[in-house]
């Protein structure tokens, strides 16, 4: 089984500094504007805690195989508009050459372009912080709307995902892979609970629809990508509640879930700096062994599973 990911907070920097993967820029921002100039910088104009706010992005473009010894591409940012930088108010003067976007879509998007050089640039916005096993928001940070920027060229990352039955049918499972450009996106190192440790890491964030836990979205869990596949698994079981950030006035002592729902999808920070990527599909119903097209449904998951979890010690189960 897959173990829960914990969910990062990222604060934003007041002065330049460097991120991996579309980079957080802001939480609940408005008028989102992006401009992109002939030296390849991006210039986001937004306001966002009752303030305008001019944000410089520039260096970094795509995304590089996981390695243990090269860093991940990585953006440099600065919130000052170019005087952290530069010590100039670089967005004063900024010129934008950006073109309408003609890329691939891109989901969740708010805002994208192409430059001159032919390559894009987009700026995402979703829900990334919300609480497992669909508990309604009581913290803000929960219910925000983070602000991401991504440049990239050629293709964007890419979701496989498909459904199955687990435990002889007991309960729902979802199988995939995730890749870039043909290889696998992974980590190299992670916490015992499925936090990357370094910038190649990716979590998958899981939503379901219309299940036990209320109407609507809402999400069910995150978890990581394996190496050295990009693989992933994720069985719909029932939680112990004290085992993740939980309201108080919910005991920590019981069970939650499982949270199968008639719909499901995941949504992932894209590797480097290339965009998020979601995915969506149907849930399954309740499993029949004496319906050959479900028996052969679970014959077939398993199949793939074993082949997508290759040379890795999780995702084993049937």
Not at 143 to 172: C, K
Not at 174 to 195: A, D, E, F, N, Q
Not at 282 to 290: R, S, T
Request: glycine share 12%.
């Amino acid at each position: 089984m897959v173990r829960a990911a914990a969910l990062l907070a990222v604060l934003a920097a007041a002065l330049p500094g460097a991120a991996s993967a579309s980079q957080l820029i802001d939480r609940n921002a408005s008028g989102v504007k992006l401009d992109v100039n002939r030296a390849g910088q991006a210039l986001l104009t937004y306001r966002a805690g009752g303030r305008l706010k001019h944000v410089l992005v520039w260096g970094a473009v795509d995304a590089r195989p996981p390695s243990a010894t090269v860093a991940q591409v990585e953006f440099r940012v600065d919130y000052a508009g170019g005087w952290g930088a530069y010590r100039k108010l670089v967005w004063k003067g900024f010129r934008n050459v950006c073109k309408p976007y003609v890329g691939p879509q891109v989901a969740m998007l708010v805002t994208a372009c192409t430059a001159p050089d032919g390559s894009y640039w987009a700026v995402q916005a979703w829900q990334r912080a919300l609480p497992d096993l669909g508990f309604t928001p009581w913290k803000p940070l929960q219910s925000s709307w983070e602000l991401r920027i991504s440049h990239w060229t050629g293709p964007m990352a890419e979701l496989d995902v498909h459904s199955n039955w687990v435990y002889n049918g007991r309960f729902q499972q979802l199988i995939g892979r995730l890749t870039y450009k043909g290889g696998p996106v992974h980590g190299i190192k992670t916490t015992s609970t499925g936090v990357p440790l370094d910038s190649y890491g990716r979590n998958l964030y899981l939503d379901t629809y219309d299940s036990v836990y209320g109407p609507g979205w809402r999400r069910e869990n995150g978890f990581v990508a394996h190496k050295p596949n990009g693989n992933f698994c994720y069985g719909f079981y029932p939680f112990r509640i004290g085992a993740y950030d939980h309201p108080k006035t919910i005991a920590a002592s019981g069970l939650r879930g499982p949270g199968t729902g008639s719909r499901y999808r995941i949504t992932v920070i894209g590797p480097g700096v290339t965009p998020d990527i979601a995915w969506e599909g149907q849930g399954l119903h309740p499993f029949d062994p004496g319906d050959p097209a479900d028996v052969q449904l679970e014959q077939d998951g398993n199949a793939l599973l074993d082949q997508l979890s290759a040379a890795e010690r999780g995702c084993k189960q049937h």
